[in-house]
């Protein structure tokens, strides 16, 4: 018999039942853990896909915690400057930033986890603590996570309830950006050292958060549409001063090398806006306003020299301006704005402290140009209206960012015209926004102003957004829907849409709500968000025919590269050309400025139009010769203007009396080292011409000088050498930030670009160096780079560019740029001989 036949039928028995007690068990314990989790009712963790090559499928933070405040501690610790005294050891120049945070959210969904955004961070302590009981709750994991999603993922042992408050406090380091994003290191050359055996290189910390980087600064919930009140403390040397989003409330020394900033309460923000900058920078005497203490800082040289004076003297006129346009007051007592020696964007609107580039904010009488004084003055009214749009009420994802950008530019297009009535602003913003969106617009690869939401997730789509389509057609579309409401319909309701959602997040749908409100105030009948979505939600624009034998009206999309009917044939390009004919009397600024905006296309494929335009300016030229060899300029402003365009077209396309002016002009300039406006709206010429000798001096008056005009002026004049061997060394020179300032890069390939010798350098060495020349403007640098190609091989080899590089940011603008390459190869191919024939004939 087996061994089984011994065991007793009792145990036998026993066992039966011991087992089906466990099962049992089992099955209740399984039930009542559905049960319980079903009452907690979690929100289960985001969940990222693990087959896709691709991003994430789920990158946007839960929406169960909702931030109220941020208290946070920030010391950079680099130095200012660095001693060079004889048996003084130099202190070793540092990157390190240390920090803590404490962040007071609430739960609206019951949840054991807690997602937020870092990035860059070390994280050295941390703790979350219920403030109803002030009891500390026991965090069981913690962890990043390795995608663009940059969640900081922090998991309890306990749930978070229900409509409790909780508080998580985080301590780490980081280190100072060097590529201009988020908490950045920028460095400036004083004119004399302080101190014998200092160095005249200056260091100062600053921020540029929008849109994402906030989280390399703090961890934080980096969203716009989770607002919150800002505590912010600022450790900094002594010697130096910290600026914030608020006016500081204390300053004290901690000890013999540090001293504490510590900021009033910000209003209710959004996470891009924080903003603060440690420098030895000095301000200019208040900008008058009734309320605000406005003040502009810049460097020492610069603020003694008086460069920021025109600034000052026009920021409150232009903050009054909107107070009184809008009736919303601005909402705090400060205003500060700065002029930044490095920055990526030209502005950054940070709540309180704007910041700029130092071209965008800095004016020097008889140096700086008039189209300088302009568009510091648009900037500026530009970011101040953001304080309103954008500020105040902010958009709700950045798919939608066209509400802030498009009314800024809209905005500051009334508000100059308001302070600076001699500009004609109106005039110029039709001339300058309309074609620049008309371009980008006639293209299959644009996008609608109101992308869907899920196509905008990540940092580098969200950076693809910021182009002409949002800032242009943004503001082109308010002000046709301006046209169609009526202006002061159109004012009204947009009174009542930041009054409605002020310090909140607002959507488009939002906007036309409100002013569908101000419509029907005023007894119109126009259904505002039936007109207006196809405007934001499609691409392109219509071309409208009118059959004038039977009164037909029928549109259809304007597309360049279209297989079917479109440029692009509607009509024959000599009748477009022939209408520049008119130009030999013309005068007035905004027909030449729009002809010779579109003659550069011609330009660009043939490098044909240089006789033609050398006859059409000949008479235009003599007209201001006299204030021109005199170093003057005609009263009328729009004349200023036409004066600038004459002495430049003249130039860059061989008028013997031009050329001999900028010469002589420029050799004087070489020989007694003095400087005047028209020697620097001349100084490609001579460069243009000359060699070694010319270039050099230009390159060395560009490191010497420490005037903004002048150096953007010979940063784009030193591109204009033909000799090959000079451009290959001025690209080498973008390499290099102790040379050429990271936020000038992609603009100094894209001036050599525009010089036929340089075309093809510069489409090689972005290749070579696009890790580093990307961190820059990518998008703009691929639209200078590309925009002579018109061959199957140029089309061939971008084709390769977009699948064999990480193009980031750039992603949409090489996909413009293939389709209008494309553009080029179909249009030339079609126009070439009739449009060589044109030019050759006006020229015979």
């Not at 930044?340 to 140096?367: K, S």
């Not at 022939?578 to 600024?589: I, S, V």
């Not at 030449?592 to 579109?598: F, G, K, L, V």
């Amino acid at each position: 018999m087996a061994k089984e036949s011994f065991i007793s039928k009792t145990v036998a028995i026993t066992f039966v039942v011991m087992t089906c007690s466990v099962i049992a068990g089992m099955i209740t314990m399984i039930i009542l853990y559905k049960t319980q989790i079903s009452e907690l009712n979690p929100t289960p963790r985001p969940t990222f896909s693990t087959t896709t090559t691709g991003p994430p499928p789920v990158m946007r933070l839960p929406k169960y915690l909702v931030p109220e405040t941020y208290t946070v501690y920030l010391q950079p610790h680099l130095y200012t400057k660095i001693i060079e005294k004889v048996n003084v050891t130099s202190p070793n120049q540092t990157l390190l930033f240390t920090g803590n945070s404490t962040v007071v959210f609430h739960c609206v969904q019951t949840t054991r986890a807690i997602y937020l955004h870092s990035k860059d961070l070390t994280i050295m302590d941390s703790s979350v603590v219920s403030l109803k009981d002030n009891a500390r709750l026991k965090i069981n994991e913690m962890k990043h996570h390795e995608d663009v999603s940059d969640f900081l993922e922090i998991q309890l042992n306990e749930a978070l309830e229900k409509g409790k408050n909780y508080s998580l406090f985080l301590s780490f380091q980081g280190e100072m950006s060097q590529s201009l994003d988020g908490l950045y290191l920028s460095s400036y050359h004083a004119d004399v050292a302080a101190e014998e055996g200092d160095s005249r290189e200056r260091f100062l910390a600053a921020t540029n958060m929008e849109p994402t980087e906030t989280r390399r600064v703090f961890p934080c919930f980096d969203e716009p549409e989770m607002k919150a009140v800002f505590h912010v403390t600022i450790v900094h040397r002594i010697g130096t001063r910290a600026l914030g989003n608020e006016q500081k409330s204390v300053s004290n020394m901690l000890d013999d090398y540090w001293q504490y900033t510590k900021f009033n309460p910000t209003p209710k923000m959004s996470t891009y806006l924080f903003a603060f900058v440690v420098s030895e920078f000095e301000q200019s005497s208040s900008s008058p306003h009734d309320r605000v203490d406005i003040q502009t800082f810049a460097r020492p040289e610069a603020i003694k020299a008086r460069h920021a004076d025109y600034a000052a003297s026009i920021t409150g006129k232009i903050l009054s301006f909107y107070e009184k346009y809008l009736e919303i007051n601005y909402q705090q007592k400060t205003l500060d704005q700065i002029a930044l020696p490095d920055l990526a964007p030209a502005a950054m609107e940070n709540w309180g402290l704007v910041t700029y580039q130092e071209g965008a904010l800095l004016y020097e009488e008889g140096v700086s140009s008039l189209l300088e004084k302009e568009w510091i003055a648009t900037l500026i009214a530009h970011e101040l209206a953001h304080q309103w749009f954008g500020n105040l009420v902010t958009m709700k994802w950045w798919n939608q960012i066209w509400l802030n950008e498009g009314f800024a530019t809209y905005m500051a297009t009334i508000a100059v015209e308001h302070v600076e009535p001699m500009f004609q602003m109106t005039d110029v913003f039709v001339m300058r926004d309309f074609q620049q969106a008309f371009e980008e617009d006639a293209l299959a690869s644009s996008h609608p102003l109101n992308v869907p939401e899920q196509e905008i997730q990540t940092s580098s789509a969200i950076i693809g957004m910021f182009d002409s389509i949002t800032y242009s057609k943004g503001a082109l579309v308010l002000r046709m829907l301006a046209g169609l409401v009526g202006k002061t319909t159109f004012h009204n309701g947009v009174k009542i849409y930041l009054r409605d959602f002020m310090y909140k997040n607002a959507d488009q749908n939002d906007l036309w709500d409100s002013i569908q409100k101000a419509v029907e105030m005023d007894n119109g009948h126009t259904e505002v968000a039936k007109v207006m979505e196809p405007w934001t939600n499609q691409i392109g624009y219509p071309v409208i025919t009118i059959n004038t034998t039977n009164g037909e009206i029928y549109q259809k999309q304007f597309l360049f590269n279209d297989t079917a009917e479109s440029e692009a044939k509607l009509a024959n390009v000599t009748l477009a050309l022939n209408l520049t004919r008119f130009l030999r009397n013309e005068t007035a600024y905004i027909p030449w400025e729009s002809a010779i905006r579109n003659l550069k296309y011609f330009d660009l494929m043939f490098d044909r139009s240089e006789a033609y335009l050398r006859e059409q300016v000949t008479d235009l030229y003599k007209y201001f010769r006299n204030y021109t060899d005199s170093s003057t300029v005609p009263e009328d402003h729009s004349l200023q203007h036409s004066q600038i365009l004459a002495i430049d077209v003249a130039c860059s396309n061989g008028l013997p009396e031009c050329i001999s002016m900028a010469s002589k002009m420029y050799a004087n300039w070489m020989k007694i080292n003095g400087t005047n406006t028209y020697v620097l709206y001349t100084l490609w010429t001579p460069v243009a011409a000359g060699g070694k000798k010319e270039w050099e001096f230009a390159w060395d008056k560009f490191q010497s000088t420490t005037d903004t005009s002048e150096k953007d002026q010979l940063r784009s004049a030193l591109a204009c050498t033909k000799k090959i061997w000079l451009l290959n060394r001025y690209l080498e020179y973008t390499l290099d930030p102790e040379k050429i300032r990271l936020m000038e890069v992609a603009s100094t390939i894209y001036y050599i670009a525009r010089n036929v010798a340089g075309q093809a350098l510069t489409w090689n060495f972005i290749r070579a160096h696009w890790d580093y020349v990307s961190e820059g403007d990518a998008a703009s640098l691929i639209s200078g780079v590309t925009s002579r190609f018109s061959t199957q091989f140029e089309l061939e080899e971008l084709e390769r560019f977009s699948t064999d590089y990480i193009l980031g940011s750039a992603d949409r603008a090489v996909n413009q740029a293939i389709e209008q390459t494309q553009v080029n190869i179909q249009w030339v191919a079609e126009h070439k001989d009739v449009i060589l024939e044109w030019f050759e004939a006006q020229t015979a």
